[in-house]
């Protein structure tokens, strides 16, 4: 045989050897290796979404949806130079990422207790996992700051005026600054402080005792609560009498401690807008709702506390009658639609 013949038979052998045709095996192997690949990252995600409970859903659906909007409204927020859409999406983006990982965390922390004890690192992951909610309240509250005019840009605030005026006849922040002495106004401030602790106290009673179908309740009863108040807020953007009614009053409501809190608060958290329906009172009405189903007694106690922060909210001028009126609503509204979604399976993650 030739050395050409020799080298062509060799030639040949390379490229079969080359043909995946002709390597079943490896090529299999590589298949089975993808496949493997693939249904690891399935299973993790599935995984990451069963340690998801009912607060995520909601959570989820109110970035998606306002996500949906920036996209689709993206004109008003470039036009009033108020943010980039992109930006504001990559912040929901970050937001949600962040809960799907603290989620995951969480759970995995909860399987290692079952084999090794609850430890430090249990006990730390577990609190953060259910009470993270309040950071996501604030992102979100903060967030609107940009949004409340993103699909009209406009103040619709002569409305709300007028069916105040209809109703009462005069302008109520406006009539009650007749009454107001440095001491009723910081009463009257504590009164609105009293709202920052309502979910705290409630959800606080409930965590201690491990009551998680309820504690997780009162955060989801929260959540659609706010989520709803948030997107109406964007649809019809109230500036708030702060804003809209400066100038026909006298001067500032003066006190002591408690003023001064609030003050510095306003000064560092204050957003122009989102006055209705007011998310003090949706917050406050959808806790209270909770307190009513889980801690009877404490719903007694809270009620004219939140009563009282209703009506602080007009002597301080940060809302019409009509804002109260709307947080009702969407308060109990928030309680109807959380009830629901926390009679679905699936709806309490790994604490359960």
Same mark, same amino acid.
């Given at each position: 045989?030739?050395?050409?013949?020799?080298d062509?038979r060799?030639? @040949?052998?390379?490229?079969?050897?080359?043909?995946?045709?002709?390597?079943?095996g490896? +090529?299999?192997?590589?298949?089975?290796?993808?496949?493997?690949?693939?249904?690891?990252?399935?299973r993790?995600?599935?995984?990451?979404?069963?340690?998801?409970g009912a607060? @995520?859903?909601v959570?989820?659906?109110?970035?998606?949806?306002?996500?949906?909007?920036?996209v689709?409204?993206s004109?008003?927020?470039?036009?009033?130079?108020?943010?980039?859409?992109?930006?504001l999406?990559?912040?929901?983006?970050i937001?949600a990422?962040?809960?799907?990982l603290?989620?995951?965390?969480?759970?995995?922390?909860?399987?290692r207790?079952?084999?090794?004890?609850v430890?430090f690192?249990?006990?730390?992951w577990?609190?953060?996992r259910?009470?993270y909610?309040?950071?996501?309240?604030?992102?979100?509250?903060?967030?609107?700051?940009y949004?409340v005019?993103?699909?009209?840009p406009?103040?619709?605030?002569?409305?709300l005026i007028?069916?105040?005026h209809w109703?009462?006849?005069?302008?109520p922040a406006?009539?009650?600054?007749?009454?107001?002495?440095?001491?009723?106004?910081?009463l009257?401030?504590?009164? $609105?402080?009293?709202?920052?602790?309502?979910? +705290?106290v409630?959800g606080?009673i409930? $965590?201690?005792?491990?009551?998680?179908?309820?504690?997780w309740?009162?955060?989801?009863?929260?959540a659609?609560? $706010?989520?709803?108040?948030?997107?109406?807020a964007?649809l019809?953007?109230?500036?708030?009498?702060?804003?809209?009614?400066?100038g026909?009053?006298h001067?500032?409501?003066?006190?002591?401690?408690?003023?001064?809190?609030?003050?510095?608060?306003?000064?560092y958290?204050r957003?122009?807008?989102?006055?209705?329906?007011?998310e003090?009172?949706a917050?406050?009405v959808a806790?209270l709702?909770?307190?009513?189903r889980?801690?009877r007694?404490?719903?007694w106690?809270?009620?004219?506390?939140?009563?009282?922060?209703c009506?602080s909210?007009?002597?301080?001028?940060?809302?019409?009658?009509a804002?109260?009126?709307?947080?009702?609503v969407?308060?109990t509204?928030?309680?109807?639609?959380?009830?629901?979604?926390?009679?679905?399976?699936g709806?309490?993650?790994?604490?359960g």
């Open positions: 045989m030739s050395m050409r013949e020799l062509g060799d030639a @040949e052998a390379v490229v079969s050897a080359a043909d995946p045709a002709h390597l079943p490896l +090529v299999g192997g590589s298949e089975r290796n993808s496949s493997a690949d693939s249904e690891s990252v399935h993790e995600l599935a995984r990451v979404w069963a340690a998801c607060f @995520e859903w959570a989820f659906a109110y970035l998606s949806i306002s996500s949906v909007m920036i689709a409204f004109r008003n927020l470039v036009r009033t130079n108020v943010a980039q859409p992109w930006k999406i990559g912040a929901q983006a937001v990422t962040f809960i799907f603290l989620c995951s965390v969480g759970e995995r922390a909860i399987e207790a079952q084999l090794e004890g430890k690192s249990t006990r730390f577990r609190f953060w259910c009470w909610p309040h950071l996501f309240f604030l992102f979100a509250f903060e967030e609107l700051a949004l005019r993103l699909v009209n406009n103040w619709q605030d002569a409305k007028a069916f105040d109703m009462f006849g005069v302008h406006v009539w009650l600054e007749q009454f107001a002495t440095p001491v009723r106004n910081d009257i401030q504590l009164a $609105y402080l009293t709202y920052f602790v309502y979910l +705290v409630l606080g409930l $965590y201690y005792r491990k009551e998680w179908q309820a504690y309740s009162v955060m989801t009863y929260s659609a609560a $706010y989520a709803v108040g948030y997107v109406i964007m019809f953007p109230i500036e708030s009498p702060w804003f809209a009614m400066a026909m009053w001067g500032e409501l003066h006190g002591g401690p408690f003023t001064a809190t609030i003050n510095f608060i306003e000064h958290g957003v122009r807008g989102a006055a209705f329906p007011s003090h009172v917050g406050s806790v709702w909770g307190a009513w889980f801690r007694w404490l719903f106690v809270m009620l004219p506390l939140v009563a009282a922060m009506f909210t007009i002597w301080g001028r940060y809302h019409y009658v804002d109260i009126f709307g947080g009702i969407t308060g509204l928030g309680y109807v639609i959380g009830s629901w979604i926390m009679r679905r399976s709806s309490v993650s790994g604490e």
